[in-house]
């Protein structure tokens, strides 16, 4: 009896811990099931920050193809590696930026001056210096319709479509004379023509259309024309610099609206560059003076804006070209900081 009662003092401990365990388990799968984790809060900067709920949220910043993962040739890495390369084709100033119907990122570069497609899908970074025998000189603006890629290069005075292996396909010229930015919607493409004050239409093959605008800043009147983009009804939106604003046209050339007026407050635009148009219909201006993007809703009231002057994530120095993806990232030539910022909508409306 007293052999059997000592083994049952030890046994005693081990049932009283095995219990306290299994409560333990249960208590913690009920509170697993009951008070969910909250998700992980975004590793960048966001905006508007906490406590408010984020509408933009960082995700990454490109400055190579090594940011992708993309890796070169192995003959240009064998080249590197005798030459002593600082890799293959890093960003130096990104001006234009475009995405193409698959969603792939094309971009002029005026420090290198090239143009670069980025196929995330397929790992390639393509890469042309020229189209043709033509080296480009001054490439701001970029638009891709499948296979033919067109180029605004305002030093030669004229927009190039070459094939994506870079051969030539025609040049456009007419009505045009420093042309600095473009846009495709349907079957048609827009150019905008700084020195002329005017945005010129042409069919995708090259011919001459349509032109509207002059110099002014009455309405519908432009002072030195820069950037485009074209939102899902077809409105045209272009960068009126010098009159510090963006003008609002119908497909036609029919003036329907300006957003933004000259300042320096939230809402107001001073050296506007790049405009997009996301898929809910906010408009984004980058402007260069402010470094920063400010979104507005179809009246032209301002909802958001974000940046400042300096290199960290989210700061821009003259940052230039905007463009929207369908699943709303949202990237930013960020020029003299040597890279592409890139962003993500999170709002809900």
Known sequence: MHHSRRHASLRSPSRLCLAVFLALALAQAHAAKTDPKPAASPAGPVWPPPPAAPCVVYLSSITSPADLGI????????????TGGRGASPVDKPFGLALDDAGNLLFTDTGANVVCCVDRSRKKWLRWEKAGKIRFVSPV??????????????????????DLKGKLLFEITREVERPSGLVIHGDKLFVADAQRHQIVVCSLRGAFLSKFGHRGSAPGELNFPTHLAVDAAGRLFV???MNCRIQVFDASGHFQC????????????????GVAVDRLGHIYVVDALFDNVQ????????????GEAGSAPGQFWLPNGIAISMDDQIYVADSYNHRIQVFKYTGKS
Do not use: C, M, Y
């Not at 605004?152 to 004229?158: P, T, V």
């Not at 957003?259 to 635009?269: A, K, M």
């Open 258 to 273: 300006a957003i933004g007026t000259p300042g320096d407050s939230p809402g107001n635009l001073s050296r506007p560059k």
């Open 71 to 82: 890796k070169p040739p192995a003959l240009t890495r064998f080249a590197e590696w005798i």
């Open 239 to 241: 960068t009126d610099s």
């Open 141 to 162: 603006a970029v638009a891709r319709h499948r296979d033919t890629v067109f180029v605004a290069d305002s030093a030669l005075g004229k927009v190039l479509a070459f």
């Open 295 to 306: 979104i507005f809703n179809d009246q032209g009231q301002l909802l958001l804006n974000w």
